[in-house]
């Protein structure tokens, strides 16, 4: 390695552009979501952002970093949202929840089964921390809304908001594992739709529910 190629890799942190940086990721992001992790290449990323490659190794170490990266933004992206509804006094509990679902939906349409079994496959660590990112988003979303959902009057005050969580999540590992999607033939975005009206909204109809309480009271 040239000593001009030694410093540029060994450009100080402060160095950096934390704009480049995040246009390097959602350049990234847009690429893997459309095509797949398998498809994208170092090349093919900088030629996409006008760089040369010495540029954005500057930034990333390799794909399989740069991807990472653009998952955990993605990751702290839905938290941010359902944060700041939850916050917002303007919004009633029903209100909030349909604008958090409708949020991850449009995020999670960009994603198909295909990019995911692609991922899968050809980087099964990053799968992995997807499941990781999935979890924890899950719990502690989940948990807050049927906290909030309790103190509207909405969500049942015998619910445990970690036990609900917990439950949410296991079901949405199985779903939107990709043999799964592929199986019902529904993108994630989808199942995701399907699974917020079963576990708020529950199966039964109105009359259901009253036949319901009857057998199973409180």
């Known amino acids: ?23 390097i990721l959602n350049q990234a992001r847009a690429h893997f979501f459309s095509y797949g992790y398998s498809s994208l290449t170092m090349d093919d990323l900088a030629t996409e952002l ?4 010495k540029t954005l190794y500057v930034y990333f170490p390799g794909k399989e970093t740069i991807i990472r990266a653009a998952l955990d ?35 999670l349409s960009q994603v198909t089964p295909a990019v995911l079994r692609d991922l899968q496959r050809f980087a099964p660590a990053l799968h992995r921390h997807v499941e990781q990112l999935r979890g924890k988003n899950i719990v502690y979303v989940f948990g807050r809304f049927v906290e909030a959902g309790q103190v509207a009057g909405m969500v049942r005050d015998d619910v445990s908001p970690v036990f609900a969580g917990e439950f949410y999540l296991h079901a949405m590992q199985g779903i939107m594992q990709p043999a799964t999607l592929l199986r019902l033939n529904v993108p994630p975005d989808v199942a995701l739709d ?8 529950g199966l039964l109809t109105t009359a259901g529910h009253k036949e319901y309480e009857k057998s199973f009271p409180a």
């Not at 040239?2 to 246009?23: F, G």
């Not at 919004?91 to 604008?99: A, D, H, I, T, Y």
């Open 1 to 23: 390695m040239s000593v001009s190629a030694t410093r540029t890799r060994r450009r100080p942190v402060a160095a950096l552009s934390p704009e480049l940086r995040e246009r």
């Open 50 to 53: 006008g760089m040369s490659k």
């Open 73 to 107: 933004a993605f990751a702290a992206e839905v938290r941010a949202d359902a944060d700041k509804l939850l916050a917002d006094p303007a919004l009633g509990f029903v209100e909030k929840l349909r604008g958090f679902a409708l949020g991850l939906m449009e995020r």
């Open 194 to 201: 399907r699974a917020l009206r079963i576990f708020f909204g």
